[in-house]
């Protein structure tokens, strides 16, 4: 499955969220590129970058998920843990999404893998 089959199979309001965000990161650098992986949109440069999360919540909203989150500065004070090793995001809903607040963000994510000598972590899927 495509980026675009992906985002088309959902309802209006998370398509057009997604559309909006993923059109925030593909302008962010003409170098990103995007697959689905673990179900879900997943963007890299250099390493993982971001993946998108639609929210099963009463309103539209999109977990962002930044993969090394806890690196990134976070001086708009928006991003949260919630518990993961490394990943840290910010939920976003369609009315109220601060697109400066993402592209800044994402700005930081890619400037952190182009410049870092580590590697961002990477998924393993659990051994059951």
């Not at 559309?19 to 302008?27: G, T």
């Not at 500065?73 to 995001?89: I, M, P, Y």
């Not at 890619?110 to 972590?121: C, F, G, Y």
Request: net charge positive; hydrophobic share 35%.
């Amino acid at each position: 499955m495509t980026v675009d089959e992906y985002i088309n199979r959902q309802t209006p309001e998370i398509h057009r969220l997604l559309a909006q965000i993923r059109r925030l990161i593909l302008e962010a650098s003409p170098k990103v590129q995007e697959k689905i992986s673990w179900g879900v949109p997943f963007y890299f440069h250099k390493g993982h970058l971001v993946y998108l999360n639609p929210l099963r919540t009463p309103e539209a909203a999109v977990d962002i998920c930044f993969l090394r989150g806890y690196e990134l500065a976070n001086e708009q004070g928006v991003l949260e843990g919630r518990g993961r090793r490394t990943v840290k995001s910010v939920i976003v809903q369609s009315g109220d999404f601060n697109e400066d607040t993402v592209r800044e963000l994402l700005q930081e994510a890619i400037l952190l893998n182009e410049t870092s000598k580590e590697k961002p972590a990477a998924f393993h899927k659990k051994r059951g």
